[in-house]
């Protein structure tokens, strides 16, 4: 009898479930990276950017490796990070223009173009928030059920109607918020190490600037003969 090796992988682990960061600020995220007894696994950051004025700089997002149990009480640490990104700094705000609001599964959108914005382009990422007012503090990004935060790529309409490459995967509600993103290819993350993932607005100063956050893992749990 033959074996073959099967991996086993678990999809979906929340890291950062969508969290408003206000110019100025940061945050430190360990929840689910703790990849000590994983082979390893792929993690997927977005960002949306929301502002009324060009951000002076971009966001950064650093993931760290750290030496030891993330809950620990002394971990030595270092500047350098294990992978670091860093965000546009151009801004577009349109809200969803559809009294009846739009089901999940649609691929066109009709929007109000706003008067702080600029045109976004074919290929641009684009963070649909969810909400219909911008946050004004720091903290986690609540919604009504069916409704959610989610990254899609500007396949073409750049003048309303928006057409993304792939269909929502959540409602989205009249005079709801999308903005310019920031969503990159997915990171490795090798196991046996656990880690910290930061988002970074304290350098900008952009009175207007708020980045929606949101992370998620799929881990690389092991491999088994079957």
């Known amino acids: 009898m033959s074996l073959k090796m099967q991996p086993s992988w678990t999809d979906n682990v929340a890291v950062r479930t969508p969290y408003a960061l206000l110019k100025g600020d940061s945050l430190i995220v360990t929840t689910g990276l703790d990849l000590r007894t994983k082979v390893g696994?792929?993690?997927?950051i977005g960002v949306g950017r929301y502002a009324?004025?060009?951000?002076?700089?971009?966001?950064?997002?650093?993931?760290k490796r750290i030496l030891t149990d993330p809950a620990a009480a002394a971990v030595h640490r270092y500047s350098a990070p294990w992978a670091q990104?860093?965000?546009?700094?151009?801004?577009?705000?349109?809200l969803i223009n559809n009294a009846a609001g739009y089901a999940a599964g649609v691929r066109s959108i009709a929007f109000d173009g706003q008067a702080a914005s600029t045109a976004f382009a074919h290929g641009d990422p684009l963070c649909f928030l969810g909400?219909?007012?911008?946050?004004?503090?720091?903290g986690a990004i609540t919604f009504a059920a069916g409704v959610?935060?989610?990254?899609?790529?500007?396949?073409?309409?750049t003048a309303t109607p928006f057409i993304p490459d792939a269909a929502t995967s959540f409602a989205h509600a009249d005079n709801e918020y999308f903005t310019a993103a920031d969503a990159w290819t997915p990171l490795w993350l090798p196991g046996g190490s656990?880690?910290?993932l930061v988002f970074d607005a304290g350098a900008v100063t952009t009175a207007s600037g708020v980045f929606a956050c949101m992370a998620d893992l799929q881990t690389y749990d092991y491999t088994r003969q079957v």
């Open 41 to 44: 696994g792929f993690l997927r």
């Open 52 to 63: 009324t004025g060009t951000l002076n700089v971009g966001i950064d997002v650093l993931v």
């Open 85 to 94: 990104f860093t965000g546009g700094i151009s801004y577009s705000n349109q």
């Open 131 to 138: 909400l219909t007012a911008i946050p004004e503090a720091s």
């Open 148 to 157: 959610n935060m989610e990254f899609l790529r500007c396949s073409a309409g």
């Open 194 to 196: 656990a880690y910290e």
